[in-house]
């Protein structure tokens, strides 16, 4: 497996493994443009994927604009290799270097994704948008994660 940041040329296969999910499920995959992806990850944030056989299995997103975690997702072949988790890492680490004090994200309550975050260390404070649980984390929350 190889984790790098992402490039304009992944956007395809990023979406493939957006639509490939099981849980938190775009109810239209044309919600989310391939020039939504690129805005996102050029212009908003920063993205990067897991490759391997030269094949996105995973990827996540950053929002700096937002203060929000836009993408973190796991093609379901995939799960339970560890590749959330370093997504996640390489994320937060790089959202944290970029002057950032606070960020949130939605997910759909009793998902995979909610005990994820839960066991990040990122903490629910309520809820957002269309009754998704809304996560939050502070800088300095990161950091003591990180370090444990």
Known sequence: ???????????????????????????NPALVSDADCEEFMMDRGK????????????FA?????EDNIWALFVDPVFEGKGIGKQLHCLMMDWYFTQNKQHVWL???????AEIF???????????????????????TEWKLFKNK
Request: positive net charge; glycine residues 8%.
């Open 61 to 65: 997103i950053a929002d700096l604009k």
């Open 106 to 112: 939605g997910t759909s309550p009793g998902t995979k």
């Open 1 to 27: 497996m190889i984790f790098r940041e992402a490039r304009v040329s992944d956007i395809p296969q990023i979406q493939v493994v957006r639509n490939a999910v099981k849980e938190n499920r775009l109810s």
């Open 117 to 139: 975050y839960a066991n990040h260390g990122l903490t629910a404070t309520g809820t957002v948008h269309k009754n998704e649980t809304k996560f939050e984390m502070t800088a």
């Open 47 to 58: 993205g990067w994927v897991c490759i391997t056989n030269d094949t996105v299995v995973g």
